[in-house]
Structure formats: C-alpha cells, structure tokens
C-alpha cells in the first residue's frame, strides 16, 4: 500500500486559494489518488479522484504530476464553510477489497479565519 | 434519497455490554464497510462486505461482529463492550465496479462511549 504523507494542519484566509500537497513516492500502477472532506461530527465526503494530469470538479482541483509521486489538491476561493480535515489516500479503488484498504491517516486540519 | 444512515447517533454502555450499530444505505450499493475513528486520528476499517451474504476482516476486527443482513444492511456489533471501543463508528458504502463514476458514501456516525 502506498504511503502518503501530507502537512497536518494550514492556515488560509477567506478567498484565498489553498493548496494540500499529498506526497506518495511508493503508488503503483493501478493506484489512483482519492481526496475526503471531513467536518466535524460528520462523516467524510468523498472530493476528487484522479489517476493523471489535472482534474477539476465544482468543489476542487487535483493536480497529478507526470511521475505520480505527489499530488495537490486546490481549493479554490475558500470560505469559512471549508474549515475541515483533508484526507489524501492512494490505492486501487476497482475492487471492494481495495476502496477498504484505502487507509486514512491523520489528514490536513485546514483552518480558514475571515 | 437518504444515502447511509446510521442508528443509534450516541449510545453509552457499561463495560461488558453488548449492543448492535445499524446501518442502512439506499443507493443500490454492493459494497459496505465500518469504520471507526478515535480522536485526531484517521478512519481505521473493522470489517467489510463486497456483497449480501458475504463479510471480510479489516485492519481492526477483534471485539467485532458483522452481519450483512441484505443489500441496504449492514450491522456491526459488540458483543461484550470494552472502554477500547469508545469511538466514532462511520459506515460506508460503494460500487467499486467503475471507480470513474462512482465514490464512497458515508454515514453521520455513530459516537459510542463505553464506560
């Protein structure tokens, strides 16, 4: 499985953009590249996905460079409403037995303040 | 739709009791998981089921049992509470057969304190 790691905590003021670097330096071949949000009390919420390249959905960005050993994700504009925990995980998500062994670590404690 | 729910939302035991968590999901999902998280730490799986009828170990399973009881089903229970399990426990589910298109779902947990 490959280990990730990523800052525990950051700091951002509303509007700015945030961006969480993921570091995975073992992924294999079949990994992809999973990002959660966790607010608290509440469950995690699955946010982007990606393999390759760049991504963009409504909520985020994830940029995956060519080698795949590291990826960002970019929150754009944040608000007081994205204060939350990000989690990055790295795994095989084509099987039930892989989306298990995704493991979440600690995650990013990102903190936006007016 | 409701996505994953989960019963009870708190509960306190005493050590040595037992006690079922239920969990239900509405999504037409195969796969179910639970999960449990203690505080400031990441999500930790217990046990898993790729499908009714079938249930799997994961990285946390001792002093748990499973019951994948249909498709929207899945409980997971404590047969003799231990102050160890005092957690938040989060079930999830997915269709991992096209991990293009589809995410994990999570439930609003379940915070259990054991005494």
């Known amino acids: 499985l490959a280990k990730t790691t990523q800052p525990i905590s950051m700091d951002s003021y509303e509007g700015q953009e945030v961006n969480i670097t993921c570091s995975h330096n073992?992924?294999?071949?079949?990994?992809?590249i999973t990002w959660y949000q966790q607010f608290p009390s509440q469950g995690p919420r699955f946010i982007i996905q990606g393999y390759k390249t760049k991504v963009t959905n409504e909520v985020a960005s994830l940029f995956i460079p060519a080698d795949r050993k590291s990826s960002t994700l970019s929150l754009p504009r944040v608000s007081l409403s994205d204060t939350a925990v990000y989690y990055c995980l790295v795994g095989d998500v084509g099987t039930t037995d892989s989306w298990g062994k995704l493991q979440f670590g600690a995650g990013t404690q990102v903190v936006v303040t007016p | 739709n409701a996505g994953v729910t989960q019963t009870p939302k708190f509960q306190v035991l005493k050590t040595g009791q037992s006690m079922t968590l239920q969990c239900a999901q509405d999504m037409n999902h195969n796969s179910m998981y639970w999960y449990r998280q203690d505080p400031g730490m990441g999500l930790r799986l217990i046990y898993y089921?790729?499908?009714?009828?079938?249930?799997d170990k994961g990285e946390v399973p001792n002093g748990y049992n499973v019951s994948r009881l249909n498709k929207r089903e899945f409980s997971l229970r404590l047969e003799s509470a231990a102050p160890s399990q005092t957690s938040v426990y989060f079930c999830?589910?997915?269709?991992?057969?096209?991990?293009?298109?589809?995410?994990?779902?999570f439930g609003p947990g379940t915070r259990l304190l054991v005494l």
């Open positions: 073992n992924i294999a071949t079949n990994d992809y």
């Open positions: 999830a589910s997915t269709r991992p057969d096209n991990h293009l298109e589809e995410t994990q779902y």
């Open positions: 089921s790729a499908s009714e009828g079938t249930t």
